[in-house]
């Protein structure tokens, strides 16, 4: 049996012509890539009709990395049988020993009793940075939360420039910290010291979700694109897309102690609960065992 992780290269079309030549079975599973969006939605949707809908009708199983996803290979055409939800894991040893509190502050010279809100990925237009920092300067400028610092985290991918002239145009570069890429120490640091972590817009499962919830971390994201049916009044709040919105969601978090300790110990429950890398593992092993 073969394991697809795309069906928009050129090896995934090779894969599906020797698999079905052969009579090999084999898995597909696209991790949040089925929505066209972006500038290449024409030249995907001629994929999808050439190529794509091929894959995914003689995929022995799909995987969907949500009940989302799901939803989005049914419309797709794929039926209801072949399709196993299977989402994401993260190995929980690796959050046993945390580093102590404040260790994320010290080192980029954060005072002490600020409260960081946390963005952690790639600085590109679709990840809704430019969204994420004029919900920010609501925050700052028209509801006077002065104690709250916004922290993005993560290399540039092609919005850097345009994202801090925007923070400087609304008047809150001075209250923004871009870190630039981290190690994966420093990644666990700004994760434990973060008071919310934020993710205005995405696709898929992103692995930087369970990341937060493994040190107990409230969430904050929207309802534009994706979306984890787990999060909302559970892990932290799925707001409407508008900054208002996305501002108060931000704004419950960091200054409510007992709706944050709330949500953080949900955090770590559904975490440990569902999405422990060893649960991921039994799921796929029964796909596998299921395919042959």
Same mark, same amino acid.
């Given at each position: ?6 069906w928009?290269?050129?090896?995934d079309l090779?894969?599906?012509?020797y698999?079905? #030549? ?26 999808d009709?050439?190529? @794509? ?8 199983k ?35 020993n &945390?580093?102590?509190? @404040?260790?994320?502050?010290? #080192? ?7 409260? +960081? +809100?946390?963005?952690?990925g ?9 969204f994420? +920092? ?12 002065k ?11 092609g919005?850097l420039?345009?994202?801090k002239a925007?923070?400087?145009?609304l ?5 923004i ?5 981290i ?5 666990? #640091?700004?994760?434990?010291?973060a ?14 979700? &369970?990341?937060a919830?493994a040190?107990?971390t ?5 309802s534009?694109?994706?979306t984890?049916e787990?999060? @909302?009044d ?17 704004h ?10 709330k ?6 429950e ?7 890398i ?8 029964k796909?596998?065992?299921?395919g042959?």
């Amino acid at each position: 049996i073969v394991h697809v992780h795309s069906w928009q290269q050129f090896p995934d079309l090779m894969v599906h012509y020797y698999s079905t #030549k052969y009579d090999v079975p084999y898995v597909l599973q696209v991790h949040g890539s089925l929505s066209r969006i972006g500038s290449k939605r024409t030249l995907k949707w001629f994929y999808d009709v050439l190529f @794509g809908f091929r894959l995914l009708r003689d995929a022995s199983k799909v995987v969907a990395l949500s009940h989302f996803e799901a939803g989005q290979y049914r419309r797709m055409g794929v039926p209801e049988e072949k399709i196993a939800i299977i989402p994401n894991g993260i190995d929980l040893l690796e959050y046993a020993n &945390l580093p102590p509190k @404040g260790a994320f502050k010290r #080192k980029f010279g954060i005072p002490e009793e600020k409260k +960081i +809100i946390l963005y952690l990925g790639r600085i590109h237009k679709t990840k809704g940075i430019d969204f994420l +920092i004029k919900a920010y300067a609501h925050l700052i400028n028209d509801m006077y939360c002065k104690d709250a610092l916004l922290v993005i985290a993560g290399p540039d991918d092609g919005y850097l420039d345009e994202a801090k002239a925007l923070a400087n145009v609304l008047g809150v570069h001075n209250s923004i910290v871009f870190t630039g890429f981290i190690s994966s120490k420093d990644k666990l #640091k700004a994760l434990v010291d973060a008071d919310v972590f934020v993710t205005p817009s995405f696709y898929g499962f992103p692995i930087t979700f &369970l990341e937060a919830c493994a040190v107990g971390t409230p969430i904050v994201t929207t309802s534009f694109g994706d979306t984890l049916e787990w999060i @909302g009044d559970n892990a932290g709040f799925v707001t409407q897309p508008t900054q208002q919105d996305l501002a108060d969601a931000i704004h419950k978090n960091i200054s409510d102690d007992e709706l944050r300790r709330k949500f953080s110990r949900n955090c770590i429950e559904v975490v440990r609960s569902n999405f422990s890398i060893e649960k991921v593992v039994e799921k796929l092993i029964k796909i596998y065992e299921g395919g042959r």
